[in-house]
């Protein structure tokens, strides 16, 4: 299966569509991440507070041996937490990813959460910017930011973020911080892009194309997802859910189709309340 990529705005690419591996832990975790690997996923989203850096790299490591599939191919990601916002103690978090992940590079490093009541993340990105220069990580981003906090790192060091890793989903479509990304040039990332608990597989407009397209609701969801220009980020360790998950190339919703997907935005829709003016991950 081919996935179409995106060119970010450092000159480099990511899959249009990856592999969340939030919770996954142990020997299922890993089982799952190579079963992605297996299936077809090559865009690897992992992070310091997922506790499974490690499982990742190794599933990574033991997939590009076996497979003979070259390094180059393969796009992981992990997050800095909250609790290492200090520039250099950013720095020394990102050369302890690389090792936990065993891998020659970071391919994506991101600010996991602004944590604007600590208010560090501007000393945050800092450091990410030294380990671009560094080579420890090939393309820096974040998570979770808002217009201000971009704006804020942006002035600071005039390093543009290649993406930004947001909550997105039908119910919670966060249109004012696509437009924002289109403007500066960042590609969107969506994290629970399904809506978790909240998918709105049985809604008319999700069901209705699903049956009109021969295809399951969630399919219908990612590929709303992939032609709104989002970076979808699905996790499962159902094989089978993986193998659908990704097989969203092969049909085009129409323009109606995804009109009406994104009229179930709802302002409360978020997920668990995890605001960005508001939320503190560390």
């Given at each position: 299966m081919s996935i179409p990529t995106h060119l970010l705005n450092d000159g480099t690419t990511i899959p249009s569509i990856g592999f969340g591996t939030y919770p996954l832990l142990g020997k299922e975790g890993y089982e799952a991440v190579r079963s992605a690997l297996d299936n077809g996923y090559r865009l690897i989203d992992t992070a310091v507070n997922y506790e499974n850096?490690?499982?990742?790299?190794?599933?990574?490591?033991?997939?590009?041996?076996?497979?003979?599939?070259p390094r180059e191919d393969i796009t992981v990601q992990t997050k800095l937490p909250g609790r290492h916002h200090d520039t250099e103690r950013a720095v020394s978090s990102g050369y302890e990813s690389l090792q936990r992940l065993g891998l020659d590079q970071i391919d994506v490093l991101?600010?996991?959460?602004?944590?604007?009541?600590t208010g560090k993340y501007v000393d945050a990105w800092r450091g990410l910017v030294t380990l671009r220069e560094q080579g420890i990580a090939r393309s820096i981003g974040v998570s979770n930011f808002t217009d201000e906090h971009l704006e804020n790192i942006i002035a600071d060091t005039d390093?543009?973020?290649v993406?930004?890793?947001?909550?997105?989903?039908?119910?919670f479509t966060q249109e004012s911080m696509r437009a924002a990304h289109t403007e500066r040039g960042i590609a969107t990332e969506s994290w629970s892009p399904l809506g978790k608990r909240s998918a709105p597989f049985e809604e008319g407009a999700v069901?209705?194309?699903?049956?009109a397209h021969d295809v399951t609701p969630a399919q219908v969801v990612l590929r709303w997802q992939v032609q709104l220009g989002n970076i979808p980020l699905p996790k499962s360790a159902n094989t089978a859910r993986q193998v659908a998950n990704l097989d969203v190339f092969g049909f085009e919703l129409s323009?109606?189709?995804?009109a009406a997907i994104s009229a179930l935005h709802r302002d409360d829709g978020r997920l668990f309340?995890?605001?960005?003016?508001?939320?503190e991950e560390m």
């Open positions: 850096e490690g499982l990742v790299g190794r599933a990574i490591r033991d997939f590009l041996r076996e497979s003979g599939t991101l600010i996991h959460w602004p944590n604007p009541i390093v543009t973020p993406v930004n890793q947001i909550e997105l989903h039908p119910l069901a209705d194309a699903a049956e323009d109606d189709e995804v309340g995890g605001d960005p003016n508001t939320h």
